[in-house]
């Protein structure tokens, strides 16, 4: 019989072993025409033309963790540069002397001036 030892270490190697092989040679994923590109772009493979009809489902998986990290990234540097284009064209303005409180005030002053204007018209009627 298997000594306790040898038992355990025969099913970690089973489980971790086998399972893992397993996963990565069973290629039951058609992919379609977008995977396929992001195959691609991950370098998973050189061109579509190379990619078998049917890959793994470990392989899909780790080529969509790859754009989906990918995009977030361009995300993130995409939200960066609008922040500094934001910040760059409030400095312009406030060198121009425009402010939100100054075209604050001017919209309600206009507002105003037209309810004015509009509230005396019914009574000239």
Known sequence: MLSKTGLIG???RRSFGTSQML???IKNHEPNNLERRMLVWT??????SEI?????QDVMERCRN????RLANIMIALT???CAIM????K???KKGESVTKMNLEWHKQFNDSQQSEGSAPAAK
Do not use: D, W
């Open 23 to 25: 996963r990565e040679t």
């Open 92 to 94: 312009q303005a406030a």
């Open 52 to 56: 078998p009809n049917f890959v793994s």
């Open 66 to 69: 790859k754009m989906r990290i």
């Open 43 to 48: 370098g998973k493979y050189k061109s579509q």
């Open 10 to 12: 025969a099913l970690v």
């Open 87 to 90: 910040v760059y064209s409030g």
């Open 80 to 82: 960066a540069v609008g």
